[in-house]
């Protein structure tokens, strides 16, 4: 036989001679029940993390989902630069109806009669006084300082300066209701739901407001009762605004024999409020409202407006039977038993067991049995 012939029967029997497991019998009760008792935790593990818990037998998917929000309420105002006004929605709601978010007005600085001419800026009032007789209750300073409360405060050891409100001007805004309509739908399951769910009517509608004990299933929500469910006072946080997070959880199991799909709600709020990293706190913009005088000229009030937005944030997965995904994770899981359990035990036999050293020449012998 030529040499060539001989490697390539070599290579041959390297890439197709069959290998069977080496079998070695250990007579131990010790091993036998460190062996069943890896076993068992193994499988509580399987059973009872990988397919109740995680539930790794089903087919998953992420929601897809739309939202379109109403907010309703009215408020009262009385300031000393401007007439007695009620607000309704189209004042303190701006912009108008969004989706997905919501901005509700709740506190604003005024600044009326701007025009725009070639002349020097007209002064404004100081805040510096002397005693309350030069500040006035409810004047709304329009650069930016806040309504005054009529008081005259020390702001230094040289200098006193009238005291701004610390309270919003809609504080009637706790008040207020949005109703929420959320639909959502699981294209790969073919299944489709609302967050006005099939026992909700109109009539109930005009009478509910959701309440986790008395009507979890009502999508009117109160924003005083959002803010304090996300731990927050909604006069603070209205003073200078602030962002907060309403969240529904479309997280579903839709398999027959545990069907449920219904929304979870929680509120958080998503802006910053650092007691040192205090720095441009809150949330405002500007925008004006213009009109025209008797004369024709041109006039704006410029509007600081300060308030909260509503994020609406809907997340969620749903599962169902899938035979793939079983088949998958259960091969995965035996395959998972099997080695582990053999590798404590051996790990067991070479460190804890008298005979260790006859035990670890014997695994090398096919079929063998150990005598004690």
Request: charged share 20%.
């Amino acid at each position: 036989m030529s040499k060539s012939t001989g490697c390539c029967q070599g290579f041959l029997h390297y890439a197709f001679d069959y290998e069977t497991p080496k079998t070695l019998i250990i007579p131990s009760i010790r091993v036998g029940f460190v062996f069943r008792f890896t076993q068992f935790l193994l499988l509580l593990y399987v059973v009872g993390y990988v397919c109740v818990v995680q539930k790794a037998y089903q087919d998953r998917e992420s929601v897809i989902s739309t939202v379109t929000t109403k907010v309703k309420g009215f408020a009262f105002t009385n300031i000393s630069n401007m007439q007695p006004r009620f607000w309704d929605v189209v004042d303190y709601n701006i912009p108008p109806q969004g989706d997905d978010s919501f901005f509700v007005l709740t506190n604003m600085v005024m600044t009326p009669g701007q025009t725009q001419s070639r002349c020097p800026e007209l002064p404004t009032p100081s805040t510096t006084c002397v005693d309350d007789c030069d500040c006035v209750e409810g004047y709304n300073d329009p650069r930016g300082n806040g309504i005054q409360t009529g008081l005259c405060e020390n702001y230094s050891s040289t200098v006193k300066t009238c005291e701004p409100t610390s309270f919003s001007l809609l504080a009637e805004a706790e008040n207020f209701t949005v109703l929420i309509k959320n639909s959502i739908t699981y294209p790969k399951f073919n299944f489709h739901k609302r967050n006005i769910l099939s026992h909700i009517n109109s009539t109930y509608l005009k009478t509910c407001e959701f309440n986790r004990q008395t009507h979890p299933d009502c999508p009117i929500f109160r924003l005083k009762h959002i803010v304090s469910e996300a731990g927050e006072d909604f006069q603070d946080m209205a003073v200078k605004g602030g962002v907060l997070g309403i969240l529904i959880d479309w997280s579903c199991d839709l398999d027959w024999w545990a069907r449920k799909c219904y929304p979870k709600y929680t509120f958080r709020r998503l802006d910053n409020k650092h007691p040192v990293n205090n720095v441009a706190l809150g949330y405002n913009f500007r925008f004006a409202k213009y009109y025209r005088t008797a004369e024709g000229e041109e006039v704006r009030t410029l509007i600081k407006a300060y308030g909260i937005r509503f994020d609406v944030i809907v997340f969620g997965t749903a599962g169902k039977f899938g035979i793939v995904p079983t088949i998958v994770n259960l091969g995965a899981a035996l395959s998972f038993l099997s080695l582990v359990s053999e590798d404590v035990c051996y790990w067991f036999i070479l460190t804890c067991m008298k005979k260790r050293d006859l035990y670890s020449r014997q695994k090398s012998t096919f079929s063998t049995k150990v005598p004690r």
